[in-house]
């Protein structure tokens, strides 16, 4: 698979010093001043987890015709809010509870997205160290957070469809359209029209929020 120069160029811009990762004690100072207003300590965090994005993008089957660098785009801003919404009180690392949001914000992209294609096979490596300290209940913390998000764009039964198809809830397991339609007694494809309308509302209440903040 051939990755474009765009993807190339970043991926090795992101080699640099600035980007590099965080130790847990580097990481607790620029929490605690970002969270006091300094907005060179949120940067510095947010460039020290770009490279995480990108690995998180090998969870993902990615159709080769769609421009990596939009899906980077999704997953950054993701990692963006789940900065910003970080509780430092939390005793994990930021990116145990950030990458649920990565992963949230490239799932709903990928959505609007055709699945028939060859796919990408990334050959990038990265080093996790000891930000890997991921725990169930991070994941549940953040789910919970992103779910009440969607509770305030959605009605009742969109949210319910975008929870069942993105395993937001436990047991956190993503459901075929079948298997909400049978859940919730409506067909296969009126599921994946509301799926998609509710996606678009989710997409555009959130472009609305970046350009506000």
Same mark, same amino acid.
């Given at each position: 698979m051939i990755f474009s120069k765009s993807f190339v160029q970043y991926t090795n811009e992101l080699n640099k010093e600035e980007y590099s990762p965080l130790s847990r004690e580097e990481e607790r100072k620029l929490l605690q001043t970002m969270k006091e207003g300094d907005e060179k300590s949120k940067e510095r965090i947010v460039k020290a987890h770009l490279r995480f994005v990108i690995y998180l993008l090998r969870e993902f089957k990615i159709p080769g015709y769609i421009d990596l660098m939009d899906l980077i785009q999704e997953g950054n801003e993701g990692l963006l809010e789940g900065v910003i919404r970080f509780d430092i009180n939390q005793t994990c690392r930021v990116f145990s509870y950030a990458r649920y949001y990565i992963k949230w914000y490239i799932s709903r992209s990928l959505e609007m997205y055709s699945k028939n294609s060859n796919f990408y096979e990334f050959p990038i490596e990265f080093n996790f160290d000891e930000v890997e300290d991921v725990k169930e209940n991070v994941k549940e913390f953040a789910y919970d957070d992103i779910l009440q998000f969607i509770k305030s764009v959605l009605n009742e039964k969109e949210? /319910?469809?975008?929870? =069942?198809?993105?395993?937001?809830?436990?047991?956190?397991?993503? #459901?075929? $359209?079948?298997?909400?339609?049978?859940?919730?007694?409506?067909?296969?494809?009126?599921?994946?029209?509301? /799926?998609?309308?509710? =996606?678009?509302?989710?997409?555009?209440?959130?472009?609305?929020? #970046?350009? $506000?903040?």
């Open positions: 949210t /319910k469809i975008i929870s =069942l198809s993105f395993g937001l809830e436990p047991p956190f397991k993503a #459901n075929t $359209l079948r298997d909400i339609g049978s859940m919730l007694h409506l067909d296969a494809e009126r599921i994946r029209q509301i /799926k998609k309308d509710a =996606l678009i509302k989710i997409k555009n209440k959130q472009n609305t929020i #970046n350009l $506000l903040t």
